[in-house]
């Protein structure tokens, strides 16, 4: 399995920002895509964003226009730059990753092959 670790979660106002990177560790090669889920207190967990190790990314239509998904394959590091938060975007963010995943279906949960522990995003009115 491929160890994934969060960081960079925190508390903004609405309207702030915040930068969440992801560590993986544990890589044996073949195409891995990456992406983030979110899961907020008695919600189903739900797929924000995801990229292929091409750099191809598909975005979850609620943050498409105020986050950005990046990958840093040198660095094993994934990162989701979240701009313009309010308080519907409260929730912990899992990092993930998978080994056959294409277009909309790597933001189903039931495609993840290997899930971070999570951090925390408190956005604040």
């Known amino acids: 399995r491929v160890q994934l670790v969060e960081s960079g979660g925190g508390s903004v106002q609405a309207g702030g920002s915040l930068r969440l990177s992801c560590a993986a560790s544990g890589y044996r090669g073949g195409a891995y895509s990456m992406g983030w889920f979110r899961q907020a207190p008695g919600k189903e967990r739900e797929g924000v964003a995801a990229?292929?190790?091409?750099?191809?990314?598909i975005f979850a239509d609620f943050v498409k226009d105020r986050f950005t998904i990046s990958r840093d394959n040198a660095k094993n590091t994934l990162y989701l730059q979240m701009n313009g938060l309010n308080s519907e975007d409260s929730a912990m963010y899992y990092c993930?990753?998978?080994?056959?995943?294409?277009?909309?279906?790597?933001?189903?949960?039931?495609?993840?092959?290997?899930w971070g522990k999570g951090t925390r995003v408190t956005i604040s009115a």
């Open positions: 993930a990753g998978f080994f056959a995943c294409r277009g909309e279906y790597c933001l189903r949960p039931s495609a993840v092959d290997d």
């Open positions: 990229i292929d190790s091409n750099g191809v990314a």
